[in-house]
């Protein structure tokens, strides 16, 4: 059984760093990509940054250069590194994972991920 448990949401102020970590059990494929949704009060929910087994790294517009994903094999764990947080990046940050390589184009398409955790809220005040 394929279990994704996200961590490190909380309250920080603008220009300050979070770090959210997913820990991943039950999914043992060889192929496969990883990734940080996030959503917004009324929002729908937006791809912020994914990582596949081949090495393909992908990171939303919105977050390039202010945040990093990264994986540990040992344990299995995603990592999603946020500096210089702004409001807007204010929201329930969930960790998903398909079994398989990360889409091009359409990396972010919710409904090609078939394992999601239920998520960490992370709140920035300005």
């Known amino acids: 059984q394929v279990q994704l448990v996200e961590s490190g949401g909380g309250s920080v102020q603008a220009g300050q760093s979070l770090r959210l970590s997913c820990a991943v059990s039950g999914f043992s494929y060889m192929n496969y990509c990883m990734g940080w949704f996030r959503q917004a009060p009324g929002k729908e929910r937006e791809g912020v940054a994914a990582?596949?087994?081949?090495?393909?790294?992908r990171y939303a517009p919105s977050v390039s250069g202010r945040f990093i994903i990264s994986k540990d094999n040992v344990p299995n764990t995603l990592y999603l590194d946020m500096d210089s947080l702004k409001p807007e990046d204010a929201a329930m940050y969930y960790c998903?994972?398909?079994?398989?390589?990360?889409?091009?184009?359409?990396?972010?398409?919710?409904?090609?991920?078939?394992?999601w955790g239920q998520g960490t809220r992370v709140s920035v005040s300005s």
């Open positions: 990582l596949g087994s081949d090495g393909t790294i």
């Open positions: 998903a994972a398909d079994a398989w390589y990360c889409r091009t184009p359409d990396t972010f398409a919710t409904g090609f991920f078939g394992f």
